[in-house]
């Protein structure tokens, strides 16, 4: 799974290796995300994960029904630390989600 832009507060450090894990726990959920745009996209995503909850707090897509499927997705992921972030997720077909990320 691509991420780009990646960016997050970590709550007690956690530096590389809790970037490393925070990606780990998203490509787990790589087939369900590929899922949502099958010919490709980027969604913009905005979430918290504190204690045993994830919260999105904004997806955004040119697709609402991309954004709704990502949303549903990123509200399953388990959290694996106290942290805020954003990044980009390349979903689905590569090259689209390339060229989706490329007019962003």
Request: contains cysteine.
């Given at each position: 799974m691509t991420i780009m832009d990646l960016q997050c507060r970590l709550s007690g450090g956690g530096g590389l290796?809790?970037?490393m894990a925070l990606v780990a726990t998203l490509a787990d959920k790589k087939k369900?995300?590929?899922k949502c745009a099958p010919k490709g996209a980027a969604p913009i995503v905005r979430w918290?994960?504190?204690?045993?909850?994830t919260t999105v707090l904004d997806v955004d897509d040119p697709s609402e029904q991309v954004a709704a499927c990502v949303e549903k997705i990123m509200n399953k992921v388990p959290p694996t630390m106290k942290a805020q972030?954003?990044?980009?997720?390349?979903?689905?077909d590569k090259s689209g989600a390339e060229q989706a990320?490329?007019?962003?």
């Open positions: 290796f809790g970037s369900a995300f590929d918290d994960f504190e204690g045993s909850k972030c954003r990044a980009m997720l390349l979903v689905g990320a490329a007019s962003r």
